[in-house]
């Protein structure tokens, strides 16, 4: 006598559905997804792919999720966010990788890049892609967002890299 569900997706996507068809406010949406004993204000691990599409459909959501965990926002559908989102959302991701507050342990998200293009993704990139001084990760990041974009304009600081035998990257 019981139901369940034949994809988590299906029920993320419901209660997701439910908190924005009861127009729960940014704060009560966000008390319930953030984890109540992380300091840093981070997201249930369990609560992401709610999170996510939540996101997709409320700015004021996507906005607070990309302050403390923007991982989190490359599992939504990010075809339905505009092009400054996405610009914002990838600031927020190389920072966060900068700072080495998150690092590139998720194998799974590198197979995500491909939805951060946007028009001035190269000239957002270039700076982390050929800054000799920036840290590993970074700019591991930066390239392989490049890489899942396609963005050939960064080919000539990507084969410059390469043949330098300065870099360890």
Known sequence: DRMGWSHQTFAEFLAAEYLIKNEMTTDQIMSLLVHPFDPNGRLSPQLCGVAAWIATSRPDVFRRILENDPEILLRGDLD????????????ALLRQYDRETLLDLDWNIGGMYNKLYHNGLAEQLRPYICDK????????????????CELHSLQEDLANIALDIKQSM
Request: charged letters at 30%.
């Open 80 to 91: 339905v966010v505009n092009q400054v989102q996405k610009e914002n959302l990838v600031d």
């Open 133 to 148: 001084t920036k840290g590993e990760v970074v700019r591991r990041v930066a390239i392989f967002i490049a890489k899942a």
